[in-house]
């Protein structure tokens, strides 16, 4: 905030990108991703080996995936899509590992002729499907098998992944992970050289971490001890959660990293594994901000007050997902006192479509300029053209210099497809 009360980011003011760009706008500040990923590192550096991988579905936009390319962090995908915007952003195929619980053939191909590092295996089916697609390779294709551990974790039901009762991995209960990992170790073509699992996103609990790592050394030991197969690289997943409004729980990355990786060191099986950490939201979601200008406010004596906003479930649908909570400013009265508590509304055409259900703000004026902190993950990504809307434009800023990284779409841009 500078002496105005006016919400600066890398030095630059947000009231003043708002009007040069037009709202809602994503604003997104570099020197706060190149921050959150040193974090990783100094945290995971004692642990070693190591590496970071980006979940690049918190931001696949190419302007932000560089400055990770650049510091030298992989890339975890969820489609071949994902691993052809991790490419455009300068992540070498190498080190890409390419998941998902429905991969069709086509994304396979695609995977394996981009020469993407590790294919991550969920379900049977996939294993035939892919011995098929390799059986005249050379050289076999190295991937690795996601199990699901069977840890529930204190997260909105969507957002957990790594419960028993889930699409994705192989269950290691019961030893349907284990058949897999026999299964893949015995078909020609594949050389099974790693484990996964995602307990899910938004989490704050060291013990989870604790029990996931053990469960993935377990599991690897039972694997090695089954078949030929030599286990060197654990997928630990992402899910750390970041705070997004004040008094948020959250975990410190020292915490996390010793608790998932301390069950791998004391195994003699996975001592020396590589340990695969794959954040998205916790590397880019800070560094994120949303702007949108206040529309109108409608008081509904004694029941609520809600600030209408131009954007909403378009460009932000977590709160109509998931429940998400966010907090909110006025990017040119960052200081004033709040006056009253209000719900931030969208401009969609839908109930469901409230950005912010409470957040305390000075009494807002058509006009002005609402800041969401914390909107850099799963934000646009996930922005859709509900209402016939183009979707926002992005900036990057980097010493102190904003950048538009995403023009703004047009109507045009919205029915070019059209036949
Ligand atoms: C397999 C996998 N890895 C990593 C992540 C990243 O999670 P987060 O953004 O919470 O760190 C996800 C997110 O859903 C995921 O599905």
């Not at 709202?23 to 190591?50: E, G, Q, S």
């Not at 981009?114 to 892919?130: N, Q, S, T, Y």
């Not at 992005?394 to 990284?405: F, G, P, Q, S, W």
């Amino acid at each position: 905030m500078d002496r105005e009360g006016h919400l600066r980011v890398g030095g630059v003011d947000l009231s003043r990108l708002a009007d040069r760009y037009g709202t809602p706008l994503y604003v997104y500040d570099a020197a706060t991703i190149r921050a959150a990923h040193r974090a990783y590192t100094l945290a995971f550096a004692k642990h070693r080996p190591y590496r970071i991988s980006y979940a690049i579905k918190a931001s696949p936009l190419r302007g932000v995936g560089r400055v990770l390319s650049a510091l030298g962090a992989d890339a975890s995908a969820a489609s071949l899509g994902e691993l052809l915007a991790a490419k455009r952003a300068g992540f070498a195929p190498a080190r890409m590992q390419l998941h998902g619980n429905a991969k069709t053939d086509e994304e396979l191909r695609g995977a394996i002729a981009l020469g993407a590092g590790r294919i991550v295996i969920d379900g049977a089916d996939e294993i035939e499907r892919l011995a098929r697609l390799v059986r005249r390779r050379a050289t076999p294709l190295s991937v690795w098998l996601r199990v699901s551990p069977g840890i529930g974790a204190d997260t909105h039901p969507h957002l957990r992944t790594g419960v028993l009762d889930s699409k994705f991995g192989a269950p290691i209960e019961g030893g349907e992970a284990l058949a897999q990992a026999r299964s893949i170790a015995l078909t020609k073509g594949l050389l099974l050289v790693g484990l996964h699992a995602h307990l899910g996103t938004q989490l704050h609990e060291a013990e989870r971490y604790a029990e996931l790592g053990a469960a993935l050394a377990g599991l690897a030991g039972d694997a090695m001890a089954a078949t030929r197969a030599k286990i060197r690289e654990i997928g630990v997943g992402g899910g750390l959660g970041i705070p997004l409004r004040e008094g948020d729980r959250t975990l410190d990355l020292a915490s996390y990293a010793a608790a998932v990786s301390a069950p791998l060191r004391s195994r003699a099986e996975t001592a020396k594994a590589t340990l695969y950490v794959e954040p998205g939201r916790s590397l880019v979601g800070r560094s994120g901000v949303a702007l949108y200008r206040v529309v109108g406010t409608k008081r509904i004596g004694g029941v609520r007050t809600y600030v209408s906003v131009d954007g909403g479930m378009g460009d932000n649908i977590r709160p109509a997902l998931y429940g998400a909570e966010y907090t909110a400013l006025l990017a040119e009265r960052a200081s004033a006192a709040p006056q009253e508590q209000v719900a931030i509304a969208g401009r969609y055409c839908e109930s469901g479509d409230v950005l912010i259900g409470d957040v305390a703000l000075p009494t807002a004026r058509s006009g002005e300029t609402l800041a969401i902190p914390g909107s850099g993950a799963y934000a646009i990504p996930m922005a859709s053209n509900y209402n016939s809307v183009p979707r926002p434009a992005v900036v990057l800023i980097d010493n102190k210099r904003a950048r538009l990284i995403r023009a703004r779409e047009t109507y045009a841009d919205l029915w070019k497809p059209e036949r």
